[in-house]
């Protein structure tokens, strides 16, 4: 009998097992620490876990040492899978079936997803038996804005219908919002491709679309082939015992590596990207001071597989779309759904709207000015249709003229009248494109007038104090402004055309 005390002890000598397996493993190469991590994934007792590392420990260290790194890690996968193993089902509760001459097994080597190895098993199984994720970070806003609306989540029948586009909520007006009906297509012909990855629970981490996909050739009208073919998915299964950091990396993986699935919108990686910053700032002790907030950033964005560079945009990105959305919501009281979808649909935007050199930003300027902030975020949500014109915004703001005419484009809104607020949108930033062409055009009449007051006023001992090296440059600078100035004279007629020419 296995008394609680005695469950303590096997549980400490499993974990004192697996920390002598991890030391010794980082002596060995790739092919040794996969099979390892295959062993360390499978789902026992922890009874059957002390037997089965003791194994493996004794293993490791009483090799032969002639073997080659992949003798040692064929006996390692032996002691998994061989006479005696610890599971018969080791994948968990997943209904892996033979098919297409294919029985369950365990991939091998071991995949490895943002540069973590995460053992998995592959088989058939009936698309029927698998529910959609309901956390799948692409459904986010589709499941708040049914859980706003029902005070509930949905259930997998209404997840799949959200997914496939059967089920219609009002602010989203797209018909097919994930492209499913195309990929259905595909899976009719030749089935689905590229395994989904599920919990051994039957979870899919990855492969919403293909799943919802494959349902939709089920209840569609396609031929008794075609369904055949889309009822049986080629699927792998992560063992019970996986740990949130392996499925974690096989998500970063799988949607921030560019490939030909249907990507994440920029919206969904910057939240992913955003919320792990804030966790991590969360969890420092102390200040945070710009060196640590820099360490933070270079952590976050190995995480992801991206630059710091791209983490500290994205952390702008979403702080300014929070703030609209907390505008529209709050203070003008819109449905939270449609401005969610909203700031999905512009979020570029709010990249475009810190342009400008620091004192100009736009968005230095409505921190200060509440009335400001109310006019752009309104033309933001009901007007402007580029992202040039949100970029554009700080020259307009910097503008007396361009001002009024956006002022003015607000009024029309207000009358709800947002073809003319267009036109003046567009017709602001006309103007301040002209008068920033015509003040550049100024601010070089000015600085040369200077440059010819200083360098005609220049006494002999300026140009010997200089260095030949400036000397050099200046004449060089001298040379071609003067036979630039020489053909512009001559072209407005106040210089006769050389001989030479």
């Known amino acids: 009998m296995i008394t609680?005390?005695?469950?303590?002890?096997l549980r400490a000598a499993v974990r004192a097992l697996l920390g002598e397996i991890e030391t010794l493993t980082a002596d060995f190469g790739p092919s040794v620490?996969?099979?390892?991590?295959?062993a360390r994934a499978t789902e026992v007792s922890p009874a059957e876990a002390e037997r089965l590392y003791t194994r493996v420990l004794r293993l490791l260290r009483d090799r032969d040492t002639s073997w080659t790194d992949e003798q040692i890690a064929d006996e390692v996968r032996?002691?998994?899978?061989g006479p005696g193993s610890p599971s018969s089902n080791p994948w968990g509760e997943v209904s892996l079936v033979e098919r297409n001459g294919l029985s369950p097994h365990l991939v091998t080597p071991v995949p490895r997803f943002n540069n973590l190895a995460v053992p998995m098993y592959e088989g058939y199984v009936d698309v029927g038996d698998i529910d959609l994720w309901p956390d799948n970070h692409r459904v986010e806003l589709q499941v708040a804005e049914f859980e706003d609306r029902n005070r509930r989540a949905p259930d997998p029948r209404e997840l799949l219908e959200l997914v496939q586009g059967k089920m219609r909520l009002p602010s989203l007006n797209k018909r097919?919002?994930?492209?499913?009906?195309?990929?259905?297509?595909?899976?009719?012909?030749?089935?689905?491709?590229?395994?989904?990855?599920?919990?051994?629970?039957?979870?899919?981490?990855?492969?919403?679309?293909?799943?919802?996909?494959a349902k939709a050739v089920l209840s569609g009208n396609f031929t008794r082939e075609e369904k055949e073919r889309a009822r049986w998915v080629k699927v792998w299964v992560a063992p019970p015992g996986t740990t949130p950091d392996q499925f974690d990396a096989v998500v970063v993986a799988l949607n921030f590596e560019d490939d030909l699935k249907e990507?994440?919108?920029?919206?969904?990686?910057?939240?992913?990207?955003?919320?792990?910053?804030?966790?991590?700032?969360d969890g420092e002790i102390g200040g945070v001071t710009t060196t640590r907030d820099n360490a933070i950033k270079k952590r976050v964005a190995e995480h992801f597989a991206i630059t710091a560079t791209a983490v500290t945009r994205y952390i702008r990105m979403v702080q300014w779309a929070e703030d609209f959305e907390e505008y529209h919501v709050h203070e003008q009281g819109r449905d939270q759904s449609a401005v969610r979808y909203k700031a999905d649909d512009i979020f570029q935007w709010f990249y475009e709207i810190q342009a400008g050199k620091s004192a100009d930003k736009i968005t230095t300027q409505m921190e200060d000015d509440p009335e400001l902030r109310k006019i752009v975020y309104d033309l933001m949500f009901?007007?402007?249709?580029?992202?040039?014109?949100?970029r554009s915004l700080w020259k307009v703001v910097a503008d007396e003229e361009a001002m009024k005419q956006l002022e003015a484009a607000h009024d029309s809104l207000v009358r709800d009248n947002k073809k003319d607020a267009l036109d003046l949108v567009k017709e602001a930033v006309n103007t301040a494109d002209r008068n920033t062409k015509a003040r550049k055009k100024l601010g070089f009449d000015s600085w040369l007038r200077s440059a010819v007051d200083r360098l005609g006023s220049a006494p002999p001992d300026n140009w010997r104090t200089l260095d030949s090296a400036l000397l050099k440059d200046l004449q060089r600078v001298f040379v071609a402004s003067t036979g630039v100035i020489e053909a512009e004279l001559v072209s407005r007629g106040e210089r006769p055309i050389p001989d030479h020419a």
């Open 78 to 81: 032996k002691l998994l899978d």
């Open 33 to 38: 620490q996969d099979a390892v991590a295959a």
């Open 4 to 9: 609680v005390e005695s469950d303590r002890r």
């Open 382 to 390: 009901e007007v402007m249709d580029t992202g040039t014109q949100v």
């Open 263 to 281: 990507k994440w919108p920029e919206f969904v990686k910057a939240r992913l990207v955003v919320d792990e910053y804030r966790k991590e700032r």
């Open 176 to 213: 097919d919002p994930y492209s499913i009906e195309p990929l259905a297509k595909s899976i009719a012909r030749k089935g689905v491709e590229r395994a989904p990855i599920l919990t051994h629970e039957g979870v899919p981490m990855d492969g919403n679309r293909r799943i919802a996909a």
